[in-house]
């Protein structure tokens, strides 16, 4: 297939938008523009609407524009979704100043397949990935949640990442030794995939053992691993003149911790609500204090309910504001994608058609060519089992 050029792709843009936003009453003809930015680092895409226009620039129209151009770009580019975004543009047109922006990536989503050591080849540092041209800075992101229905992937999703983890302990020179707490409410898949790891400790249920003992253990854990953040951000606070500084100052005694809990609300289900807002609430503080400290939770859930109190939801509010790596799997509707992604309250992103493990992303880490929500499909690990 011959790829188009840039400016090609800028006329059919312009083409098919002046066609789909005019009315009778109303022709936008020539008082839109498109202009790609395929070359600097921050890869983008401008909407520039010139006045006069019958165009009012407005989040409605904003995304009406997004759903136009992502079918129109593709498989050249996939566009990311996010709330309305004007950025201003150099030059002297003063009508071409300023315009909407969208975040905008080479090809298409493309899943990575091999085994642990054929993908995290050419990876260094404390970075992992996602898909091709997709990784991320552990050090750089808070914490993870990866929701999806049953069949989704999302099991093997989280065994996929943690494989990823604990890969660099065999090159220390590159990234702190990374250790793994696992808490399985099932002793599934991911209880049986890592029993005998030396890197990963497990909570497990004991047999017989009642709800209610079992999270009054979780939560003994939960209070550890605040107090281990309080020791370590003791350390930080005597032995560093840097103000911005974390864990990683420490040297070859820095840690990173990973600390995971498998199916969330298995956990609380029909145990006493005083056990439950305990659990929520220690699950509250760690996500607002372990970065600095290198705690990380790697959460999953079949369904991202949040509320403003702890009572009745999967994760508080400002819990859900720290997870800065956002992975939704299988069915997307409505409800559950307005609880992961609340800036995608007005409406979805298409979707890959790439069966378990597909779905949609979200990294908040401070990298602007990761801004928004975009369309993802996870590696697929040869010899490593999962749903």
């Given at each position: 297939?011959?790829?188009?050029?840039?400016?090609?792709?800028?006329?059919?843009?312009?083409?098919?938008?002046?066609?789909?936003?005019?009315?009778?009453?109303?022709?936008?003809?020539?008082?839109?523009?498109?202009?790609?930015?395929?070359?600097?680092?921050?890869?983008?895409?401008?909407?520039?609407?010139?006045?006069?226009?019958?165009?009012?620039p407005?989040?409605?129209?904003?995304?009406?524009?997004?759903a136009?151009?992502?079918?129109?770009?593709?498989?050249?580019?996939?566009?990311?979704?996010?709330?309305?975004?004007?950025?201003t543009?150099?030059?002297?047109?003063?009508?071409?100043?300023?315009?909407?922006?969208?975040?905008?990536?080479?090809?298409?989503?493309?899943?990575?397949?091999?085994?642990?050591?054929?993908?995290?080849?050419?990876?260094?540092?404390?970075?992992?990935?996602?898909?091709?041209?997709?990784?991320?800075?552990?050090?750089?992101?808070?914490?993870?949640?990866?929701?999806?229905?049953?069949g989704?992937?999302?099991?093997?999703?989280?065994?996929?990442?943690?494989?990823?983890?604990?890969?660099?302990?065999?090159?220390?020179?590159?990234?702190?030794?990374?250790?793994?707490?696992?808490?399985?409410?099932?002793?599934?898949?991911i209880?049986?995939?890592?029993?005998?790891?030396?890197?990963?400790?497990l909570?497990?249920?004991?047999a017989?053992?009642?709800?209610?003992?079992?999270?009054?253990?979780?939560?003994?854990?939960l209070?550890?691993?605040?107090?281990?953040?309080?020791?370590?951000?003791?350390?930080?606070?005597?032995?560093?003149?840097?103000?911005?500084?974390?864990?990683?100052?420490?040297?070859?005694?820095?840690?990173?911790?990973?600390?995971?809990?498998?199916?969330?609300?298995?956990?609380?289900?029909?145990?006493?609500?005083?056990?439950?807002?305990?659990?929520?609430?220690?699950l509250?503080?760690?996500?607002?204090?372990?970065?600095?400290?290198?705690?990380?939770?790697?959460?999953?859930?079949?369904?991202?309910?949040?509320?403003?109190?702890?009572?009745?939801?999967?994760?508080?509010?400002?819990?859900?504001?720290?997870?800065?790596?956002?992975?939704?799997?299988?069915?997307?509707?409505?409800?559950?994608?307005?609880?992961?992604?609340?800036?995608?309250?007005?409406?979805?992103?298409?979707?890959?058609?790439?069966?378990?493990?597909?779905?949609?992303?979200?990294?908040?880490?401070?990298?602007?060519?990761?801004?928004?929500?975009?369309?993802?499909?996870?590696?697929?690990?040869?010899?490593?089992?999962?749903?």
């Open positions: 297939m011959n790829q188009p050029t840039d400016e090609k792709l800028e006329r059919i843009c312009e083409q098919a938008l002046a066609m789909c936003l005019s009315t009778s009453d109303n022709q936008v003809g020539s008082s839109i523009q498109v202009k790609l930015d395929s070359q600097s680092k921050v890869r983008g895409l401008w909407v520039f609407i010139k006045s006069p226009s019958p165009l009012v407005s989040e409605e129209l904003y995304r009406q524009i997004y136009i151009l992502y079918y129109c770009l593709l498989p050249a580019y996939t566009l990311s979704s996010s709330q309305m975004i004007i950025r543009f150099p030059g002297d047109d003063f009508s071409l100043t300023r315009g909407f922006w969208f975040m905008l990536h080479p090809g298409i989503p493309t899943r990575l397949v091999g085994t642990v050591d054929q993908i995290m080849a050419d990876v260094e540092g404390m970075n992992i990935p996602l898909e091709k041209n997709l990784t991320i800075n552990t050090s750089k992101v808070a914490h993870i949640f990866i929701a999806g229905n049953t989704s992937g999302k099991t093997y999703a989280v065994l996929t990442l943690i494989r990823f983890l604990l890969f660099m302990n065999s090159k220390r020179e590159y990234c702190p030794l990374r250790r793994v707490s696992i808490i399985d409410p099932k002793k599934s898949t209880a049986r995939t890592f029993k005998t790891s030396k890197d990963v400790e909570l497990l249920p004991q017989g053992e009642r709800a209610e003992d079992f999270i009054l253990r979780v939560n003994t854990k209070q550890q691993v605040l107090d281990d953040i309080s020791n370590i951000q003791d350390k930080l606070y005597e032995q560093s003149p840097d103000p911005d500084c974390d864990y990683r100052i420490l040297g070859k005694d820095a840690v990173e911790n990973f600390l995971v809990i498998d199916e969330l609300e298995s956990i609380t289900a029909g145990v006493k609500r005083t056990l439950v807002n305990e659990f929520q609430s220690l509250t503080k760690i996500a607002l204090t372990g970065r600095e400290a290198g705690w990380h939770l790697l959460l999953s859930s079949q369904v991202a309910s949040v509320g403003n109190g702890v009572t009745g939801a999967t994760l508080s509010s400002s819990a859900r504001a720290q997870m800065t790596l956002r992975i939704q799997l299988g069915r997307l509707d409505r409800s559950n994608i307005v609880q992961l992604f609340p800036e995608l309250r007005d409406g979805g992103i298409p979707l890959p058609l790439g069966g378990k493990g597909s779905g949609i992303v979200s990294i908040n880490d401070g990298e602007m060519d990761h801004f928004g929500v975009s369309p993802i499909l996870m590696p697929t690990i040869l010899n490593l089992e999962g749903d």
